[in-house]
C-alpha cells in the first residue's frame, strides 16, 4: 500500500449491494434483447435480455464485484446484472476507474467458489487526491491499451505461423497425376495397406467419470490431441481389469489417430510404451499394416489437408444436428496415395516445417505471457505510488 496517501476504510467510500437471487440466472440470458447482462464471467457481455424491472443504470457508472470469480467490471451503460455479483457506488471522493484497478490490484485469497467480498470489504483503499487518481487511472488505460495490442499481435503472429504450415501442407497435398493413386480407406483395408479403422467402445460398455482411476489405462479423447501428439500422461484413465474386458478400442503405437465426433478433422500419431491404450467413441484408430506401402506420417499430415478436412465435415454434416462421421462413412473417404520415396520426402519436409512452426509459436506464446505479466507490475508500481 502507498505510503504516501491517506487510506480508508473500504466500506466508508464504497456503498455495495449484492445482485444475490435478484440478478438474473444464467438459464434466463439470450442470444439478443434489449439490455446487456454483465456478471462475474470472463467476458465484459455474457448475454442478452428484455428483463426491464432489473436494469441497473450507472450515475455515471458503477464497478462490479464477482463474488466467486474475482473478476472486476466498469460499467458506463444501463445493464442487468448476473447473479452473485456485487454492484459498488463509489462515493465523491473516489473515482469508479480508480476502484477497478484498485480491486484488480487486491491480493484476494482463492477461496474457490465461496464468496470473496467479505474479504474485500475488511481492506483500505488509499485515496490520493481525485486529480492524482485521474492521472494514475489514464496511465493505466493506456498501458494497458498497449499491452493488449502487443498480446494480439503476438496471437497473429501464432495465427500466421499455423496459416503458412497450412499453406504449405495444402500445396503438397493439391490433386496431381501421375504415379499418385486416389484410393478410399476401404481400398487401403481390401488392399492390406490398412487395418480397417475401429473407434472407441460405444453404449453400456463405454467407460464414464465414475469409472477412471488416478493410475492406470490411457483413455484417450479430442481434447487429448496437441500439436500432432496423444498425450497419455494427463489424459483420463481406467484401470487395467476393465481396460482388458472391453471390446474395441484399443490403440497401439503408432496409430494415427482422427476425431470424428463433434471436433471432427484432429489428428495425432499415437506413441506409447503400453502395450495400448483405449480410445473413446471420440477417436478413430488408423493402423497402417504395410508401411511399404503407405507411412503413417505421411496418412498423419493427409489428414490435416484443407481438402480432405473439407470431405469429412461434408459427410460428417449431411443430415445430422451434431458433427459425426461413423466408421462406415469414413471407408469412402480418400486419400491420395504418392510412391513410398515421394511419401518420405513430402513427410520430412512437414516434419522440418511444424517443427520450425512449433518453435515460432512456442516462442510467441512465452512472449505473449510475458505481456500479459506486466499487468500486475504495473498495477503494483501505481499502488505502491511509483507512477
Given at each position: 500500500?502507498?505510503?504516501?496517501?491517506?487510506?480508508?476504510?473500504?466500506?466508508?467510500?464504497?456503498?455495495?449491494?449484492?445482485?444475490?437471487?435478484?440478478?438474473?440466472?444464467?438459464?434466463?440470458?439470450?442470444?439478443?434483447?434489449?439490455?446487456?447482462?454483465?456478471?462475474?464471467?470472463?467476458?465484459?457481455?455474457?448475454?442478452?435480455?428484455?428483463?426491464?424491472?432489473?436494469?441497473?443504470?450507472?450515475?455515471?457508472?458503477?464497478?462490479?464485484?464477482?463474488?466467486?470469480?474475482?473478476?472486476?467490471?466498469?460499467?458506463?451503460?444501463?445493464?442487468?446484472?448476473?447473479?452473485?455479483?456485487?454492484?459498488?457506488?463509489?462515493?465523491?471522493g473516489l473515482d469508479s476507474a480508480f476502484l477497478t484497478y484498485f480491486l484488480m490490484?487486491?491480493?484476494?485469497?482463492?477461496?474457490?467458489?465461496?464468496?470473496?467480498?467479505?474479504?474485500?470489504?475488511?481492506?483500505?483503499?488509499?485515496?490520493?487526491?481525485?486529480?492524482?487518481?485521474?492521472?494514475?487511472?489514464?496511465?493505466?488505460?493506456?498501458?494497458?491499451?498497449?499491452?493488449?495490442?502487443?498480446?494480439?499481435?503476438?496471437?497473429?503472429?501464432?495465427?500466421?505461423?499455423?496459416?503458412?504450415?497450412?499453406?504449405?501442407?495444402?500445396?503438397?497435398?493439391?490433386?496431381?497425376?501421375?504415379?499418385?493413386?486416389?484410393?478410399?480407406?476401404?481400398?487401403?483395408?481390401?488392399?492390406?495397406?490398412?487395418?480397417?479403422?475401429?473407434?472407441?467402445?460405444?453404449?453400456?460398455?463405454?467407460?464414464?467419470?465414475?469409472?477412471?482411476?488416478?493410475?492406470?489405462?490411457?483413455?484417450?479423447?479430442?481434447?487429448?490431441?496437441?500439436?500432432?501428439?496423444?498425450?497419455?500422461?494427463?489424459?483420463?484413465?481406467?484401470?487395467?481389469?476393465?481396460?482388458?474386458?472391453?471390446?474395441?478400442?484399443?490403440?497401439?503405437?503408432?496409430?494415427?489417430?482422427?476425431?470424428?465426433?463433434?471436433?471432427?478433422?484432429?489428428?495425432?500419431?499415437?506413441?506409447?510404451?503400453?502395450?495400448?491404450?483405449?480410445?473413446?467413441?471420440?477417436?478413430?484408430?488408423?493402423?497402417?499394416?504395410?508401411?511399404?506401402?503407405?507411412?503413417?506420417?505421411?496418412?498423419?499430415?493427409?489428414?490435416?489437408?484443407?481438402?480432405?478436412?473439407?470431405?469429412?465435415?461434408?459427410?460428417?454434416?449431411?443430415?445430422?444436428?451434431?458433427?459425426?462421421?461413423?466408421?462406415?462413412?469414413?471407408?469412402?473417404?480418400?486419400?491420395?496415395?504418392?510412391?513410398?520415396?515421394?511419401?518420405?520426402?513430402?513427410?520430412?519436409?512437414?516434419?522440418?516445417?511444424?517443427?520450425?512452426?512449433?518453435?515460432?509459436?512456442?516462442?510467441?506464446?512465452?512472449?505473449?505471457?510475458?505481456?500479459?505479466?506486466?499487468?500486475?507490475?504495473?498495477?503494483?508500481?501505481?499502488?505502491?505510488?511509483?507512477?
Amino acid at each position: 500500500m502507498s505510503k504516501r496517501w491517506p487510506t480508508r476504510p473500504f466500506e466508508s467510500v464504497v456503498d455495495s449491494r449484492g445482485s444475490g437471487s435478484t440478478g438474473l440466472p444464467t438459464k434466463l440470458w439470450s442470444e439478443s434483447g434489449s439490455y446487456p447482462v454483465i456478471g462475474q464471467g470472463s467476458e465484459q457481455i455474457e448475454g442478452w435480455t428484455d428483463r426491464q424491472d432489473l436494469l441497473v443504470t450507472p450515475n455515471p457508472s458503477i464497478v462490479l464485484y464477482g463474488g466467486h470469480t474475482r473478476r472486476v467490471k466498469r460499467v458506463t451503460t444501463p445493464f442487468v446484472p448476473g447473479p452473485n455479483v456485487k454492484l459498488l457506488q463509489p462515493h465523491s471522493g473516489l473515482d469508479s476507474a480508480f476502484l477497478t484497478y484498485f480491486l484488480m490490484h487486491l491480493p484476494i485469497e482463492n477461496r474457490g467458489y465461496a464468496d470473496h467480498f467479505p474479504l474485500v470489504r475488511k481492506s483500505l483503499i488509499p485515496l490520493p487526491p481525485l486529480s492524482e487518481q485521474r492521472r494514475i487511472v489514464d496511465i493505466l488505460d493506456k498501458t494497458f491499451e498497449n499491452i493488449a495490442i502487443a498480446s494480439a499481435n503476438t496471437e497473429k503472429n501464432i495465427a500466421n505461423a499455423k496459416e503458412l504450415f497450412q499453406s504449405e501442407l495444402d500445396a503438397i497435398f493439391e490433386p496431381r497425376g501421375g504415379e499418385w493413386e486416389l484410393l478410399t480407406v476401404r481400398d487401403l483395408v481390401n488392399r492390406d495397406v490398412l487395418h480397417k479403422p475401429f473407434d472407441g467402445n460405444h453404449g453400456d460398455a463405454h467407460p464414464t467419470r465414475r469409472d477412471y482411476v488416478s493410475v492406470g489405462v490411457p483413455f484417450l479423447m479430442t481434447s487429448d490431441l496437441h500439436n500432432g501428439l496423444a498425450d497419455t500422461r494427463n489424459c483420463k484413465h481406467i484401470s487395467r481389469k476393465m481396460a482388458d474386458a472391453l471390446r474395441t478400442g484399443f490403440a497401439r503405437d503408432n496409430d494415427v489417430l482422427l476425431s470424428h465426433k463433434g471436433t471432427i478433422g484432429k489428428a495425432a500419431v499415437l506413441h506409447t510404451d503400453l502395450d495400448y491404450v483405449i480410445l473413446t467413441p471420440q477417436l478413430t484408430s488408423y493402423r497402417v499394416v504395410d508401411p511399404r506401402r503407405l507411412l503413417n506420417r505421411y496418412l498423419y499430415y493427409y489428414f490435416q489437408n484443407t481438402g480432405f478436412q473439407r470431405t469429412m465435415s461434408l459427410l460428417a454434416g449431411a443430415g445430422s444436428t451434431r458433427s459425426y462421421l461413423g466408421i462406415t462413412k469414413q471407408l469412402d473417404l480418400p486419400i491420395a496415395i504418392p510412391p513410398l520415396p515421394e511419401q518420405r520426402q513430402i513427410t520430412a519436409r512437414l516434419d522440418k516445417l511444424s517443427e520450425t512452426t512449433l518453435i515460432a509459436s512456442d516462442l510467441y506464446r512465452k512472449k505473449s505471457l510475458l505481456i500479459m505479466n506486466l499487468k500486475p507490475s504495473v498495477l503494483h508500481a501505481a499502488f505502491d505510488g511509483e507512477l
